[in-house]
């Protein structure tokens, strides 16, 4: 009884962490975008909150209450809500939700209404069910009880993260055939291609990296990077750590469908793809598993290359509570950072053709992901 009522509290604080992760890539994606574009972007909603401008909110609300409730708690929290309401948190983390719940939902006529909302299901749930194998912390010891940040604890999660890559395709396909309309069918067509094709090369980089490792579980290759930074997957993978890290983060932005690899939506062309016929909460149910998605991406990228929580050149002591904090807190500023670094890359280059895309995957990655691992075996066979 005590383990499953663990699994649930462990499942839940991994499902609070991935929809946080997921808002703050829709909000760097909002803002970072008109920065980018050299424009002020999401900041109206919330910036006069309640009445108006300070000067009527101050009359009409703030002044009949008393001083302690006017100036240490109404004030302070009106100024706080008008800053998120500046830089686009109001726009992006609370109206658009509400406005999704509230819009018509749409299901095209000559469809099945169960099929047509089992799409955004199965385009999402792998997506979410992956970060269940993800540790996200140091081990803690409690009350001579060892505790893992791990909702899975399973051996074989590098396996498991394939598998959800590859299960994800189907929600893409059923929702471009569900959509009964001829740009969501040719996204679906373009999605299923696109995902199928890179992950040839994702799966051999990551035969690659358990070759190195010697392990298919998360946590002890986190482990196996602690100390220098030397031990990094990065570097720790000689001679191929590092072309491993270059193919993995082009695959990884090609099987998220993102710019310059958005040829599934591509809107000058397909309308919005393989989800143009879905709206509502559905829509945003899709929008929601990209966005988990860059920060899955960005997980196993601080996981293989990066040593997940581990800092260069220090030791954090096993089992104490406040190393596991500071480790979860490295571990999600790498994941952030390579969240950012993604939808930067997303605002600043152009999409490619489809020819240049299939031939970047099947001409280029695969290759050299086949000659990589050939390399990484041979290195191994001789050291």
């Given at each position: 009884?005590n ?15 991935t929809l ?22 999401a ?38 809500f008008?800053?998120l309401?500046?830089?686009g ?22 469809t ?12 999402v ?7 269940a ?9 409690l009350f ?19 598998a959800?890559?590859?299960i994800a ?38 035969a690659?990296?358990?070759?190195h ?7 002890q290759?986190?482990?196996m ?20 890290f270059?193919?993995l983060?082009?695959v ?48 196993v ?5 990066f ?18 904090l ?10 952030l ?22 031939s970047?995957?099947?001409k ?20």
């Amino acid at each position: 009884m005590n383990a499953v009522i663990g699994i649930f509290i462990k499942g839940f604080i991994i499902q609070q962490i991935t929809l946080g992760l997921a808002s703050f890539c829709t909000w760097v994606e909002r803002k970072g975008s008109a920065l980018i574009q050299d424009r002020v972007g999401a900041n109206r909603a919330g910036t006069n909150f309640f009445v108006g401008d300070l000067l009527k909110t101050d009359v009409l609300v703030l002044q009949p209450l008393s001083f302690l409730a006017r100036n240490i708690v109404l004030r302070p929290a009106f100024a706080v809500f008008r800053f998120l309401g500046s830089i686009g948190v109001i726009n992006t983390l609370l109206n658009d939700a509400f406005k999704a719940l509230f819009k018509e939902d749409f299901v095209p006529e000559g469809t099945s209404v169960f099929m047509h909302a089992l799409g955004p299901f199965m385009a999402v749930f792998p997506v979410f069910l992956a970060f269940a194998v993800i540790p996200i912390a140091p081990d803690v010891t409690l009350f001579d009880t060892t505790i893992r940040f791990q909702v899975a604890e399973i051996s074989t999660g590098v396996l498991f993260l394939l598998a959800m890559g590859s299960i994800a395709v189907y929600g893409v396909v059923l929702a471009g055939w569900t959509g009964n309309n001829k740009f969501s069918l040719l996204g679906a067509l373009r999605a299923s291609a696109q995902m199928i094709s890179y992950e040839l090369a994702m799966g051999i980089v990551f035969a690659t990296i358990v070759l190195h490792f010697g392990t298919f579980d998360l946590y002890q290759i986190i482990e196996m990077q602690s100390g220098s930074i030397l031990n990094w997957g990065v570097f720790f993978m000689f001679p191929t750590g590092f072309l491993c890290f270059l193919i993995l983060f082009v695959v990884g932005m090609a099987e998220t469908k993102r710019g310059p690899f958005d040829l599934p939506e591509s809107e000058s062309e397909l309308v919005a793809g393989y989800f143009t016929e879905y709206s509502g909460m559905k829509f945003l149910l899709f929008w929601l598993g990209e966005f988990a998605e860059i920060a899955l991406f960005s997980i196993v990228l601080s996981v293989f290359f990066f040593g997940g929580w581990n800092i260069p050149f220090l030791e954090l002591p096993e089992g104490a509570w406040w190393a596991a904090l500071i480790g979860h807190g490295v571990f999600m500023g790498k994941v952030l950072a390579f969240s950012v670094l993604q939808i930067t890359i997303r605002w600043t280059l152009p999409r490619f053709r489809y020819d240049q895309l299939m031939s970047l995957g099947w001409k280029m990655l695969l290759p050299l992901s086949i000659v990589n691992l050939i390399v990484a075996a041979a290195w191994k066979l001789v050291s």
